[in-house]
């Protein structure tokens, strides 16, 4: 087998050097493929809007309606710069945390970011039927959905590397993606 061969995968040993950063849309996986891929790589899983949470006792949606977005955006920011000083592990980032500069710089310097890039058809299918995303709360969710891709795109597009989501990849497959877009970059991830 080679080196690009990813049926071995989930027998490799892996080292991360660095955080993993998975960014992208709502929908685009970053939760399933978060948690497969740190379970792949035998490190932590930590998504950041369980951190905030947590440390706020409140859940997003009432963190957004008591405190406001900038509120938020602030504990977001400070969260994920705590969470990128500890050991590597693969942190999943809530869809806005990756548009403010300071959380891109943050990511850049102590982590990487990864795109997990799906289309905007596959991430339509994969929230239309779930009420718990608050900002597609209004009377065209789908309407809503295109204007966020439209203008959240071109940020993602900065992140460090990208693994593209194919409708038809499970989670195992698209989690081989991110692996070997992963593997490009040796300062990040080596097999032992």
Not at 104 to 125: M, Y
Request: charged share 30%.
């Amino acid at each position: 087998m080679t080196d690009s061969d990813t049926s071995d995968a989930p027998h490799r040993v892996f080292r991360l050097h660095r955080t993993v950063v998975l960014v992208g849309m709502m929908g685009s996986g970053k939760t399933a493929i978060g948690r497969a891929l740190a379970a792949r790589l035998g490190v932590d899983y930590v998504d950041s809007d369980e951190e905030i949470e947590t440390a706020a006792n409140a859940t997003i949606a009432e963190i957004f309606e008591r405190s406001g977005e900038a509120f938020f955006r602030d504990r977001e920011a400070e969260v994920i710069a705590r969470l990128l000083m500890a050991a590597p592990c693969v942190l999943s980032t809530g869809g806005g945390a990756y548009l403010a500069a300071r959380n891109r710089d943050a990511i850049s310097q102590n982590g990487v970011a990864v795109l997990l890039d799906a289309d905007l058809d596959l991430l339509w299918e994969r929230v239309r039927h779930k009420d718990t995303r608050p900002l597609l709360r209004t009377p065209d969710p789908k309407a809503t959905l295109t204007a966020l891709f439209d203008a959240r795109a071109p940020i993602y597009a900065l992140a460090d590397l990208k693994a593209k989501a194919d409708p038809a990849f499970s989670i195992d497959e698209m989690t081989d993606e991110v692996v070997q877009v992963l593997l490009t970059r040796p300062d990040v991830l080596e097999t032992e």
